[in-house]
């Protein structure tokens, strides 16, 4: 049996999951979040918690199991609370603007580099040099924030380049002059 499969989601209060033909959607204060179910999952709702079971134990429902689990609990935090993910430019010169939903970043190169933000992700500057991304949907801002880093990701020498607010840079030592 999955551990993480098995463990129950407990519900917030004010979210709402329904099941109907294996689509799985979640209302919550901040919005609604749909997943489509494969395989043989099954969905209960016992008290206000959810508990994710598996019909039988082929390869591809144990797969599923733990991940669906998953997927399901991301849904009722992300409607809940929502998820945010903090970048930080590092460098002399590096800066950050938003206007509206363009993104436009001066990191190093010649040029400045214009990035849209989707629709669903909420983009907000803190000084010049944070970036706060917010979104219901965890993997959509997850994508969106490692774009936006790849931009320019931190070198290890000086340290310089985007990066997530609790990620470590392990320095390198330079050349040395015999």
């Known amino acids: ?8 989601i407990t519900l917030p209060q004010g979210v709402a ?24 999952i099954k969905i209960t709702n016992e008290e206000g918690k959810i508990l994710v079971e598996r019909g039988d134990d082929s390869p591809q429902n144990r797969a599923y199991h733990g991940l669906f689990r998953s997927l399901i609990e991301n849904m009722v935090i992300g409607t809940s609370s929502g998820f945010t993910i903090t970048l930080e430019l ?7 603007q938003l206007q509206g939903k ?8 010649s040029h400045p580099v214009i990035v849209e933000i989707p629709n669903g992700i909420e983009g907000k500057m803190e000084g010049q040099n944070k970036i706060m991304l917010s979104s219901i949907d965890k993997q959509k801002v997850g994508q969106f924030a490692a774009d936006v880093r790849k931009i320019r990701p931190p070198e290890p020498y000086q340290g310089k380049g985007i ?14 002059r015999k």
């Open 1 to 8: 049996m999955s551990k993480i499969g098995r463990k129950p």
């Open 17 to 40: 999951i329904t099941v109907k033909d294996n689509q799985v959607v979640v209302k919550g204060p901040k919005g609604e979040l749909s997943q489509k179910l494969c395989g043989d």
């Open 90 to 96: 590092v460098g002399t010169g590096y800066r950050g």
């Open 102 to 109: 363009t993104l436009t970043l001066n990191v190093g190169f």
């Open 163 to 176: 990066k997530y607010d609790y990620e470590k840079v392990r320095r390198k030592a330079g050349k040395t």
